[in-house]
């Protein structure tokens, strides 16, 4: 059974760094992209970023880009989401998926709750 | 960036009827248009990908359509376990990917 389990979710201050993880198991990690959506408190869904199968290609929506960095350790089947200069509108639900490039996301882990605030 | 509208916002419906919810596109996305069931406190589930695909475990009532810049979600027969937001998702111009803003959907 495919499945993805995020952790590192937490209340950080304003200008503050956090350090989201998501370990995978049930299929091969590194035949697969892999993303971050998040979803503020009551509203929808935002993609964040996304890597390539391989780890050599990332994007990011223009939101974060140049505060958050995308990577993957194929050897611990783990997806992370390292996050710097936080902002009170960085407040959310962060998911990881399974998927992007040239796949949907089809496979969501349950979560992990990022609070920006003093 | 593209952006996808989604109507109606709202949709208030009895089990059995058919739901139909539509998601347009700012520009192309040929058919790389997926949709997402999202029920309170759960994940995003994939239904539809590449605009008619059902995804794996997903019941044959639902059905998606559509190409271009007009996608259309089906719900054939509803059940009260359908009540939920529903969200429609393109990668056909890409980054960002990006999400409509959502219809909730309500069994009476």
């Known amino acids: 059974e495919v499945q993805v389990l995020e952790s590192g979710g937490d209340l950080v201050q304003p200008g503050g760094s956090l350090r989201l993880s998501c370990a995978a198991s049930g299929f091969i990690f590194s035949s697969y992209a892999m993303s971050w959506v998040r979803q503020a408190p009551g509203k929808g869904l935002e993609w964040v970023s996304v890597?390539?199968?391989?780890?050599?290609?990332?994007y990011y929506a223009d939101s974060v880009k140049g505060r958050f960095t995308i990577s993957r350790d194929i050897s611990k089947n783990t997806l992370y989401l390292q996050m710097n200069s936080l902002r009170a509108e960085d407040t959310a639900v962060y998911y990881c998926?399974?998927?992007?490039?040239?796949?949907?996301?089809?496979?969501w882990g349950q979560g992990s709750l990022v609070t920006v605030s003093s | 960036e593209i952006v996808l509208t989604q109507s109606p916002a709202t949709l208030s419906l009895s089990p059995g009827e058919r739901a139909t919810l539509s998601c347009r596109a700012s520009q192309s996305v040929s058919n790389y248009l997926a949709w997402y069931q999202q029920k309170p406190g759960q994940a995003p589930r994939l239904l539809i990908y590449d605009a008619s695909n059902r995804a794996t475990g997903i019941p044959a009532r639902f059905s998606g359509s559509g190409s271009g810049t007009d996608f259309t979600l089906t719900i054939s027969s509803l059940e009260p376990e359908d009540s939920a937001v529903y969200y429609c998702?393109?990668?056909?111009?890409?980054?960002?990917?990006?999400f409509g803003q959502g219809t909730k959907l309500e069994i009476k």
């Open positions: 890597i390539s199968a391989g780890g050599g290609t990332t």
């Open positions: 998702q393109q990668r056909g111009n890409w980054p960002p990917y990006t």
């Open positions: 998926a399974r998927g992007g490039f040239t796949i949907a996301f089809d496979n």
